[in-house]
């Protein structure tokens, strides 16, 4: 009987131990999937900021070309006013004009002068 009671402990233990690895594998296969779903949840996310990141980049270099024209734009625009402006001192100068149309030069060219500063 003793033997016996032995033989059914061990029988036990062995059951109990199959259990165990039973539980410790499926809580591990379910921990591998867990974490093979956050892996392509990342993967997936890491790929659509990459795509923002390179329309971001395109929208820049579109952005930037786009400030280059006005640049150049704004250049030429001060270009013309400074000629425009040297043709209304001299035409300020000129005796033939009316005494209106003097002062309405003075107050275009005043009005540059206070910009400058």
Same mark, same amino acid.
Request: hydrophobic residues 30%.
């Given at each position: @009987?003793? @033997? ?10 062995? #059951? ?25 949840? *990342? ?10 990141? #390179? ?32 043709? *209304? ?29």
């Amino acid at each position: @009987m003793k @033997m016996r009671n032995e033989m059914l402990k061990v029988r036990l233990r062995n #059951i109990h131990d199959n259990y165990l690895s039973c539980v410790i594998f499926n809580n591990q296969q379910k921990y591998e999937e867990e974490i093979r779903e956050k892996f392509e949840k *990342l993967t997936i996310e890491q790929d659509n900021l990459k795509e923002r990141l #390179i329309e971001y980049e395109r929208s820049k270099e579109e952005n930037d070309e786009k400030i280059k024209e006005l640049s150049i734009t704004i250049e030429i625009e001060k270009k013309r006013n400074i000629a425009l402006l040297r043709k *209304l001192e001299r035409a300020s100068r000129m005796k033939n004009i009316s005494q209106d149309l003097r002062d309405k030069i003075n107050v275009v060219l005043t009005n540059k002068s206070s910009n400058e500063i």
